[in-house]
């Protein structure tokens, strides 16, 4: 029986287990009955996140915030999402100088003297939710998998915890969870953006400098911020059609 319901999870291209309010809807989806689920139709949606550097701070709000929404491990090294700080100099661009304190959980300490001439800039970071996953290519078992509304989950009831997905992906956003010794990474909170409210990342962060966004929905206005910027993402060269657009991401960034 339990093989037949993870058999019609994967063919039919729904999603894994989960739990609260969430939880309630794929009830429905597992018994095969997803005529019969919540009001959030799945096929609506593409989601997305818009971030932009020229309006991050680097206080650390959204890291805080996603360890206390998804349990995630307070011991060092262990974030679904994390900010970097850049420190670029002018003589030698190719080379810039980045740290990640406790992956700007507390902020960062003044370490660089005011007008020294380089360029400064924070950078969130988390998983891309690519279209073409390197991480969902190389799961042996089907744990990581693309949802229909564009977020790659995973199902920790068959996470095997053999890293194939952590070494796969080409951003570093997965990690073995030191309790539960599966794979963790960012869920875009599922469990929230199901029920029609943002990412707790985005929900705390003072400048709006995190966005999340439905690429479905014709008035988001992500398409807005879309024709009138200039917009990049991590890593272009790997074609992994990552779904994280960043504003003023500037050339040096890794």
């Known amino acids: ?24 809807a794929f009830d429905h ?10 009001n959030y139709d ?14 991050c701070i680097g206080c650390g709000g959204c890291v805080r915030a996603c360890k206390d929404e998804n349990g995630v491990s307070h011991e060092p090294f262990y974030f679904r999402t994390w900010v970097e700080r850049y420190h670029v100099d ?11 304190p406790n992956g700007g959980h507390d902020g960062f300490p003044e370490i660089y003297r005011q007008g020294d001439g380089a360029k400064a800039f924070f950078v969130p970071k988390l998983c891309n939710h690519c279209e073409h996953s390197p991480c969902v290519q190389v799961c042996p078992v089907g744990a990581t998998f693309e949802s229909p509304d564009g977020v790659v989950l ?19 956003c997965r990690y073995i969870d030191p309790e539960q010794q599966v794979v963790d990474k960012c ?16 929900e705390v962060c003072p400048t709006g400098a995190r966005q999340l966004a439905d690429l479905k929905d014709p008035k988001d206005p992500i398409h807005e911020f879309l024709r009138t910027h200039t917009i990049n993402v991590l890593k272009p060269q790997m074609a992994t059609g990552a779904k994280v657009y960043y504003n003023g991401l500037d050339g040096s960034v890794r």
């Open 90 to 100: 002018p003589l030698d661009a190719e080379h810039p100088r980045v740290d990640s």
């Open 29 to 38: 989806v597992l018994a095969g009955e997803p005529e019969k689920a919540p």
């Open 187 to 202: 869920t875009l909170c599922y469990h929230r953006i199901t029920q029609g409210l943002t990412t707790a990342c985005c």
């Open 154 to 172: 995973v199902d920790k009831s068959y996470c095997l915890g053999c890293r194939y997905c952590v070494q796969a992906c080409p951003y570093g």
């Open 1 to 24: 029986m339990q093989e037949d319901r993870r058999r019609f999870l994967i063919e039919s291209g729904r999603f894994l287990l989960l739990t609260g309010a969430a939880g309630i």
């Open 42 to 55: 799945a096929t609506r949606h593409w989601w997305a996140m818009l971030v932009d550097i020229e309006q």
